[in-house]
């Protein structure tokens, strides 16, 4: 999954992929001080990192000082992570 390239200029985006037992939910947010070319790279480094760090995970968190994504097989839309 790919959602650098589906980060919007606002820098926030939410959302799912896939069916059934394939699914993920993934969220991205970026600084709201950086340019949008800026954010989808942040956001592309990111998934990245956690392909290569993580590459049989089925949710992970990458912070950094610009950008943040969050993906997971577990819906976590709305819940409090008490964990991380």
């Known amino acids: ?6 980060v919007p200029a606002n820098g926030y985006a939410l959302g799912t992929k896939g069916h ?12 709201v001080d950086i340019e949008e070319k800026d954010c989808q790279s ?5 998934t990245n ?10 949710g992970a968190i990458k912070w950094s000082h610009n950008c943040s ?7 976590f839309f709305g ?6």
């Open 20 to 31: 059934d037992a394939d699914k993920v939910y993934g969220l991205t947010i970026c600084n």
């Open 69 to 75: 994504l969050n993906y997971h097989n577990v819906d």
């Open 79 to 84: 819940h409090i992570d008490h964990e991380t």
């Open 49 to 58: 990192e956690i392909r290569s760090l993580c590459p049989n995970s089925n």
């Open 42 to 46: 942040c956001i592309a480094n990111a």
């Open 1 to 6: 999954m790919r959602f650098s390239y589906e």
